[in-house]
């Protein structure tokens, strides 16, 4: 079983910016899929970001690319999610998520762990 606990989140100005981090359990984060989802008021939660085993691999929503970077460090079973640039809406509460096996998934339904979320709030 893995657990993962989310960090970082909180009140920034559009413009600003913030880092997210999600510290994992378990001994299997080295062959985790790691990827981060958001889910704004109202919305369904949506795809923000993945990364494979490695590192070597990422993806990322079109909503985002450019301003947000997804990384990890296997040593610490941490991954991070460097938000630049932040919009109004970018805010939602953030959630990592875990998946097994190689491919970088993109849909809520592809990831196995999830951890209960930090709050992005994005004042214009």
């Known amino acids: 079983q893995v657990q993962l606990v989310e960090s970082g989140g909180g009140l920034v100005q559009a413009g600003g910016s913030l880092r997210l981090s999600c510290a994992a359990s378990?001994?299997?984060?080295?062959?985790?899929?790691m990827g981060w989802f958001r889910q704004a008021p109202g919305k369904e939660r949506e795809f923000v970001a993945a990364i494979s085993w490695g590192g070597g691999m990422t993806r990322y929503a079109d909503s985002v690319k450019g301003r947000f970077t997804i990384s990890r460090d296997n040593a610490k079973n941490t991954v991070y999610l460097q938000m630049n640039s932040l919009k109004p809406e970018d805010t939602a509460e953030y959630y990592c998520?875990?998946?097994?096996?190689?491919?970088?998934?993109?849909?809520?339904?592809?990831?196995?762990?999830w951890g209960r979320g930090t709050q992005v709030t994005v004042s214009s």
């Open positions: 378990g001994r299997t984060f080295n062959n985790l899929v």
């Open positions: 998520a875990g998946r097994r096996g190689p491919r970088i998934g993109t849909h809520e339904a592809e990831y196995d762990y």
